[in-house]
């Protein structure tokens, strides 16, 4: 298992290209599901998510050739039904092969998804929502038993909404199986994510009927077949949020590429607010100036167009280089805070209550081997990392990989001094 070793205080310089958005890859990977013939997604990362997502789809009777940044998906054999637990145990994104499965081969046996260190992550919405369509569903040894009658999935009315809101892979998979349910399904409190609006996109060239993509209300009018096309994967906002806030801490000037800069307007308002300055180039560029302290704010986590609870940690370590006192509330996951104490090793002062943190800036932080322990809490380590005095070890990176492609190598174009090593052992162990 690999450590990243950073040598913080080196200024980024120069630009980089954000790679396409694994969040929005995989929903668009499961859709591949849905139809006859070859499909072809552009722009697709090459991370460990993605390669775990086209094992299941192999196993669901799928080939799948990744050729560059494109992946062929051809359904070769439609019996398979069954997602096994040595699967979906590493990966959460899996549970989105539900609505295909039902809407296209009448059943499915899901294993329920494997734990996850940024807190519990049900799928009652999810069994909600093909309920509702009709689907018969049981829980049976770990796993989602489900079965639907003879004439397929039938279109209902449904609200979508729990305790946080909407769910993003919830909203996704219903609409998935909606597609091909008999008559018109309304899915109420639907997930408004840039990544649900490329899916809902995808379907409709692919033939589905779906309006209100983007909003709280989908309204999908059933089709009787789909056929296999082509698309292109949206670039990364999260990628994105996180280089311009590695270029604030510790830039000279650093551009992202490739950016869809309206999927990231609360992002940058709150950067704006903290005194960093963002420009634009119109062009899908755009362009940070570092700077050494920031303006403490008050952020709350919240589904899109709110700001994003997967950029939160990544702010974190900026809120901790400001000369006053910031309030993170996360409204998503309200445990998501497993970067505090490791940040806390590297001379943050940060308090947590319940889902809130109150944050006291510090005059720096000083590098220290930190332990990584959920993709975005990697993040915002990393980011300490490059802006603390010494050297910070940041261990199990495995986090980092399933999420980010090529991170290191980008901050190291950017300047960074950043060293992969294998990381002491016996530590593996305490996974
Ligand atoms: N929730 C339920 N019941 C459900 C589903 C969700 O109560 O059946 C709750 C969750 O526990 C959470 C809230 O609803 O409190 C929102 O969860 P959501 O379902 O929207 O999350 P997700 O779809 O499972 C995706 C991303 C996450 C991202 C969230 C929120 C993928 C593969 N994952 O998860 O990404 O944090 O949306 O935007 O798309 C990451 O990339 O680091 C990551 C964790």
């Known amino acids: 298992m690999d450590m990243m070793v950073i040598e913080g205080g080196r200024t980024l310089q120069g630009s980089v290209r954000v790679s396409g958005s694994k969040n929005a890859a995989l929903p668009l990977m499961a859709a591949a599901l849905l139809a006859e013939g070859r499909t072809t997604l552009h722009n697709v990362p090459d991370l460990m998510d993605i390669r775990t997502m086209a094992s299941l789809l192999r196993s669901l009777g799928a080939e799948v050739v990744r050729n560059d940044g494109d992946l062929e998906i051809e359904v070769r054999d439609e019996t398979p039904i069954e997602a096994s637990y040595d699967i979906m145990r590493t990966m959460r994104a899996g549970i989105c092969v539900l609505g295909p499965l039902l809407a296209r081969r009448h059943g499915a046996r899901v294993s329920y998804p494997g734990g996850c260190a940024i807190g519990s992550r049900p799928i009652d919405l999810h069994i909600k929502g093909m309920v509702s369509l009709g689907a018969k569903v049981k829980t049976e040894h770990g796993y989602l038993e489900c079965r639907v009658g003879r004439g397929g999935l039938t279109g209902r009315e449904m609200y979508l909404g729990g305790a946080y809101g909407s769910t993003v892979l919830g909203t996704a998979n219903v609409l998935m199986a909606a597609v091909l349910a008999r008559g018109t399904t309304v899915i109420e409190c639907a997930a408004c994510e840039p990544e649900v609006v490329n899916l809902a996109e995808f379907l409709t060239a692919m033939g589905a009927q779906i309006e209100g993509a983007g909003t709280a209300r989908l309204i999908v009018t059933g089709v009787?077949?789909?056929?296999?096309?082509?698309?292109?994967?949206?670039?990364?906002?999260?990628?994105?949020?996180?280089?311009?806030?590695?270029?604030?801490?510790?830039?000279?000037?650093?551009?992202?590429?490739?950016?869809?800069?309206?999927?990231?307007?609360?992002?940058?308002?709150?950067?704006?607010?903290?005194?960093?300055?963002?420009?634009?180039?119109?062009?899908?560029?755009?362009?940070?100036?570092?700077?050494?302290?920031?303006?403490?704010?008050?952020?709350?986590?919240?589904?899109?167009?709110?700001?994003?609870?997967?950029?939160?940690?990544?702010?974190?370590?900026?809120?901790?280089?400001?000369?006053?006192?910031?309030?993170?509330?996360?409204?998503?996951?309200?445990?998501?805070?497993?970067?505090?104490?490791?940040?806390?090793?590297?001379?943050?002062?940060?308090?947590?209550?319940?889902?809130?943190?109150?944050?006291?800036?510090?005059?720096?932080?000083?590098?220290?081997p930190v332990m990584a322990s959920d993709l975005r809490a990697s993040a915002a380590l990393v980011l300490a990392g490059l802006v603390a005095r010494g050297e910070t070890e940041v261990r199990r990176i495995y986090h980092l990989d399933r999420g980010y492609e090529n991170l290191d190598a980008k901050l190291i174009k950017l300047g960074a001094k950043i060293t992969r090593k294998e990381q002491p052992a016996g530590e593996v162990l305490k996974d």
């Open 224 to 368: 009787k077949k789909l056929k296999a096309t082509q698309w292109h994967t949206i670039p990364d906002r999260i990628e994105a949020a996180t280089m311009l806030m590695a270029g604030a801490v510790a830039g000279g000037k650093v551009t992202v590429e490739g950016v869809r800069r309206d999927h990231l307007v609360a992002v940058l308002h709150k950067m704006n607010e903290m005194g960093i300055k963002v420009s634009h180039d119109g062009n899908g560029a755009l362009t940070v100036t570092g700077r050494k302290r920031f303006r403490p704010v008050d952020v709350t986590t919240m589904p899109y167009p709110g700001y994003p609870t997967d950029v939160q940690a990544q702010l974190m370590t900026l809120l901790c280089l400001t000369d006053g006192i910031s309030v993170v509330t996360e409204k998503v996951y309200p445990d998501r805070f497993m970067h505090v104490a490791e940040l806390g090793r590297m001379g943050a002062e940060i308090r947590k209550e319940n889902n809130t943190t109150i944050v006291h800036g510090v005059r720096g932080l000083s590098g220290a």
